[in-house]
Every structure is written in C-alpha cells, then in structure tokens.
C-alpha cells in the first residue's frame, strides 16, 4: 500500500477501518515494559522485538505537551532501532557452581582460548549469604572504559604526546588494531 504523507500519518497509529488491505497495524504506545508489539488490526500478527531497541520515542502526534510517556502514551508511539541495540544474546558457555563457604569477594573468571595468547578477565562479585555486613563495597560497572575501545596507546603520535614515551602495546591493544570494524567506540565506526 502506498501512501501520501497524510495517509502515512493516519497509518502511524492504529485504524480500525484499514481493514483486510492492511496486514498489521502494530501499536507502538502500548506495552512498552514488554518486546511485544500488539497488532490492532484484524490479523493478530503481534511483533516481538529482539535486542532491546529504544522505546517511547516521540511519533507523528507528539505536540511537546507531555514530556513524560506515561501520561499521553499516544504522543510516544514509535520506535528507534539502534545497530548496537543488545540485550540477553542467550550465550551460555560454561556454569560455575559457587562452591560452600566461599567468602564474599571479587573473583574473576578466567577466558583462555587454546593456542591463543591472550587472556580474558570476566568479574564477578560474590555478595555474603547473609547480609549482615556493617560496611558496604560500591563496585563501580558503568565505567567509561566500559563503553569504550580505548585506543589512545594504538596512536603512537598521540600517546607520546600524553606520556611523553612510545606506548607498550598489549594483547587488547593489537587486537584493537587488526579490528578496525570495531571502532573508536560502540556507536563510532573508525573512518
């Protein structure tokens, strides 16, 4: 079906009438707490998204007059697909049972790939089986480095500026250089 900019407008929220010409009518305003996408239209075809793609983005009817999702969930009906939208990839490559009487602590799981130099440290915090502490450890996860491909000790001319010496590359530092798809960052593709 194609339409004019009026007629793509009336299509952008659920219509009744549309009828059996139209093969889903998804409603972008509701459910949002869910990956489901409820179809209004006569054949039930509900969407399910994958990956967690941003919710209550402002559609075609958003006026300014509420700034809040909650309160005029019509005016937040669309949906913004990012390329490095993730959530649960459903990855399980090993199990570890914690073994009896493991004190609290930080620990790691070590990755290493048979053959391969390089070596992997996955953290994990082991909170006390009875919270009964008197002092509380804050672990920082949402670091800067966390979002980053670090790539300052890459760029020898920018390094030395920095440090004021040639950089010691490490494994994640040449693996940084032989994957230029990854980019600067996660959402920067190197150029």
Sequence with gaps: MTCSPTGTRQLARPRPWLGAECLATWDFSSRMGSITVPDRGPQAMHGRLINMPLR???GPDWDGSAQDWRVRPEHYDAIHFHADDLAD???????????????SGLY????HKKGSRHTEYIPVWLRPTRPEAR???LASSA???????YRVMNRSNLCEMYLGQVPDL???????????ELGDSLDRPLK
């Design 56 to 58: 209550a983005v402002t």
């Design 135 to 137: 002092a509380v450890f």
């Design 170 to 180: 490490v494994p994640d530092d040449l693996y940084l250089n032989l994957h230029s």
């Design 89 to 103: 990839c459903d990855l399980h490559d090993f199990a570890w049972q914690v073994p009896e009487g493991l004190p």
């Design 143 to 149: 670091t800067y480095m966390a979002y980053a491909n």
């Design 108 to 111: 790691a799981a070590r990755l």
